[in-house]
């Protein structure tokens, strides 16, 4: 892995970003993800190689086998700006570790809110998902009344805060599913797969779609890119998935 990547940015949505904490093994370590993976299906001590046609040869047969405990001994680290909208999808991964801003101890800046490039229409036939796009005069018209609803909420908070109501209360004002807030989330190689397998695909709503395009493109294929040629050979391709039509 290349050691640039720790302290690496990429921008999501309007405000959003990702950004890499930490890894292990630490690029320091001279070890490689992969390379730590596939030590730690032989027991061995980190470092040992076979040399990277053995090495590559018993990472692919591991995926594609579901023998995925060692993929559990790679961990990612990131720091995530997003909208609550994102978070609550996000949570929904409970092998993650997570630790988020919290609006009682900091306040909330202004403008810092989720505001779509277009608005979605509701799909016909699933509930939860969203086809097509409302045409450009409604679409702009939404848009000045979500800005209007962000001003005016942003407003009442700041009314609140000057009176010296807590900021646990203050934050009542904010439109709750479009704040952003930061957190910290840590997770394992295998786990983090299971999750960019689900929010990679073209019925993930948008909004953490692009998250996870995010961390595959910019963080976990530079970091693995032995897993990530794995991953996408019997993970992606079996159910009909490719990371360029996600």
Known sequence: MQPELIGYRVNVLDKGW???VDFMPHPASGVSGD?????????SFMGESKGSDKDKKLLLYLLRNKHTSPFEMVEFKFRCHAPVVTYWQWARHRMFSYNAQSGRYTPFEEDDFYVPH?????????????????DAEP????????????EEGFKLYTEALDAGVAKELARLFLPGFSVYYTWIIKVDAHNLMNFLKLRMASDAQ??????????YEHFFKPALPW?????????????????SES
Not at 35 to 43: G, K, P, S
Not at 139 to 150: G, I, P, S
Not at 206 to 215: D, G, L, S
Request: proline share 3%.
């Open 18 to 20: 990702i950004e890499l």
């Open 35 to 43: 390379l730590a993976i596939v030590n730690a299906a032989r027991v």
């Open 118 to 134: 277009v608005w979605r229409k509701q799909s016909a036939n699933n509930k939860q998902a969203s086809e097509g796009e409302l």
């Open 139 to 150: 679409n702009a018209a939404l848009t000045q009344k979500l800005l209007d609803h962000y």
């Open 206 to 215: 948008y909004e953490i779609r692009v998250y996870a395009q995010a961390i």
């Open 227 to 243: 897993t990530a040629e794995a991953f996408e050979e019997y993970i992606l391709k079996p159910d009909g998935l490719s990371p």
